[in-house]
C-alpha cells in the first residue's frame, strides 16, 4: 500500500517549523535562521537524524544553510511554494507507483497480440526489445499488459495530489476549507 515513511512525515515536521518561525523569503523572520539543535529539540528527534535531513533539503536547494555559531536553516521559497511531492522527492526519490509506470509513456501503443481477438487468453510474452528494452522491468508483462495504461493515469494523479498540496498547508499556516465549506468557509448552499 502507498505509505509516506516516517523519514518524510519527519520532513514535513522540519520544514514546517522553520516555515512556522517565518525563516522564509517574505516572512516575518526573513533575515533569520532555525537551528538544527533547536528544531531537534521542539521536535523530540535525534540531532542527527534532523540535521541530516535539513542537510539534504539544503544539497536539493530548498533550504539556505549558514554556518557558524548562529547558523541554522531557511527556506530559499514561501512555504506556498514548497510542494509535498518536492519533500518526497528529496526524501523518498522519485515516486513510482509501478515500475512499468516510471518507463513508459502514453505515446506507446500496446503490443499486437493475441488480447483482442486471438485465440489465446493471454499472449506470449515477447523479448524485450523496442521501446521496452533497457527500461529495468522485470515485468514479463510489460509489453501487452492491459493495466499499464490505467496505472499510469493513477500514477499522475496521485503526483498531481502531491505536486498540488504545499507545506502552508501542510503546516497549517493557512485555513484549508472542508469539503462541506466553500472558500469563505461557509456551507454549501
Same mark, same amino acid.
Given at each position: 500500500?502507498?505509505? $509516506?515513511?516516517?523519514?518524510?512525515?519527519?520532513?514535513? #515536521?522540519?520544514?514546517?517549523?522553520?516555515?512556522?518561525?517565518?525563516?522564509?523569503?517574505?516572512?516575518?523572520?526573513?533575515? &533569520?535562521?532555525?537551528?538544527?539543535? &533547536? $528544531?531537534?529539540?521542539?521536535?523530540?528527534?535525534? !540531532? =542527527? %537524524?534532523?540535521?541530516?535531513?535539513? !542537510?539534504? #533539503?539544503?544539497?536539493?536547494? %530548498?533550504?539556505?544553510?549558514?554556518?557558524?555559531?548562529?547558523?541554522?536553516?531557511?527556506? !530559499?521559497?514561501?512555504?506556498?511554494? %514548497?510542494?509535498?511531492? +518536492? $519533500?518526497? /522527492?528529496?526524501?523518498?526519490?522519485?515516486?513510482?507507483?509501478? @515500475?512499468?509506470?516510471?518507463?513508459?509513456?502514453?505515446?506507446? =501503443?500496446?503490443?499486437?497480440?493475441? %488480447? @483482442?481477438?486471438?485465440? /489465446?487468453?493471454?499472449? +506470449?510474452?515477447?523479448?524485450?526489445?523496442?521501446?521496452?528494452?533497457?527500461?529495468?522491468?522485470?515485468?514479463?508483462?510489460?509489453? #501487452?499488459?492491459?493495466?499499464?495504461?490505467?496505472?499510469?493515469?493513477?500514477?499522475?494523479?496521485? +503526483?498531481?495530489?502531491?505536486?498540488?498540496?504545499?507545506?502552508? /498547508?501542510?503546516?497549517?499556516?493557512?485555513?484549508?476549507?472542508?469539503?462541506? +465549506? @466553500?472558500?469563505?468557509?461557509?456551507?454549501?448552499?
Amino acid at each position: 500500500m502507498l505509505r $509516506i515513511s516516517k523519514k518524510a512525515d519527519y520532513a514535513v #515536521f522540519l520544514l514546517g517549523a522553520i516555515a512556522r518561525k517565518g525563516a522564509y523569503p517574505g516572512g516575518s523572520s526573513a533575515a &533569520e535562521v532555525v537551528s538544527a539543535h &533547536e $528544531i531537534a529539540r521542539q521536535a523530540g528527534l535525534n !540531532k =542527527s %537524524v534532523v540535521a541530516n535531513l535539513l !542537510k539534504e #533539503f539544503a544539497r536539493h536547494e %530548498v533550504l539556505d544553510s549558514v554556518r557558524g555559531l548562529r547558523g541554522g536553516y531557511r527556506l !530559499k521559497r514561501p512555504p506556498a511554494d %514548497v510542494s509535498l511531492g +518536492q $519533500i518526497l /522527492e528529496v526524501v523518498e526519490g522519485k515516486f513510482v507507483l509501478v @515500475d512499468c509506470v516510471d518507463h513508459s509513456s502514453s505515446a506507446e =501503443s500496446p503490443a499486437s497480440g493475441g %488480447v @483482442d481477438g486471438g485465440s /489465446e487468453l493471454l499472449p +506470449q510474452a515477447p523479448s524485450m526489445t523496442g521501446s521496452d528494452a533497457g527500461h529495468g522491468s522485470d515485468c514479463s508483462l510489460i509489453s #501487452f499488459c492491459p493495466s499499464k495504461e490505467p496505472m499510469r493515469v493513477v500514477h499522475e494523479r496521485i +503526483q498531481r495530489l502531491f505536486d498540488e498540496i504545499h507545506l502552508d /498547508e501542510l503546516c497549517a499556516m493557512t485555513p484549508v476549507c472542508s469539503p462541506a +465549506q @466553500d472558500g469563505a468557509g461557509n456551507p454549501p448552499r
